[in-house]
């Protein structure tokens, strides 16, 4: 049982940044994979980043690899998504998900969600 809780979204110019933080409920944060995804009206939720369970690998979307970075801190049972270089496209709302095993990048592989942050990225 794993609750999820994101925070940092707002509004932002192009080329800007923000950071997004998850803070997950309970003392077994560390034995799960995390991710990001993001999801705007009318689309299907897509991924954007994933980190393992004790953060030694991290994969990331093609059309934010080199911008964003997602990070973890498990003593603060928190993970982050860094978001470089923002760009209008980039707006969307921002969910994290949490899954026990190895990442993927498949919504349906996720156990856990939290409610959501919207990012707006302002041209």
């Known amino acids: 049982q794993v609750q999820l809780v994101e925070s940092g979204g707002g509004l932002v110019q192009a080329g800007g940044s923000l950071r997004l933080s998850c803070a997950a409920s309970g003392r077994t944060f560390g034995a799960y994979a995390m991710a990001w995804f993001r999801q705007v009206p009318g689309k299907e939720r897509e991924f954007v980043a994933a980190?393992?369970?004790?953060?030694?690998?991290?994969y990331y979307q093609d059309s934010v690899k080199g911008r964003f970075t997602i990070s973890r801190d498990n003593a603060k049972n928190t993970v982050y998504l860094l978001m470089n270089s923002l760009k209008p496209e980039d707006t969307a709302v921002y969910y994290c998900?949490?899954?026990?095993?190895?990442?993927?990048?498949?919504?349906?592989?996720?156990?856990?969600w939290g409610q959501g942050t919207q990012v707006t990225v302002s041209s």
């Open positions: 980190i393992s369970w004790n953060g030694g690998s991290t």
């Open positions: 998900a949490a899954k026990t095993g190895g990442y993927r990048i498949r919504v349906r592989d996720y156990d856990y």
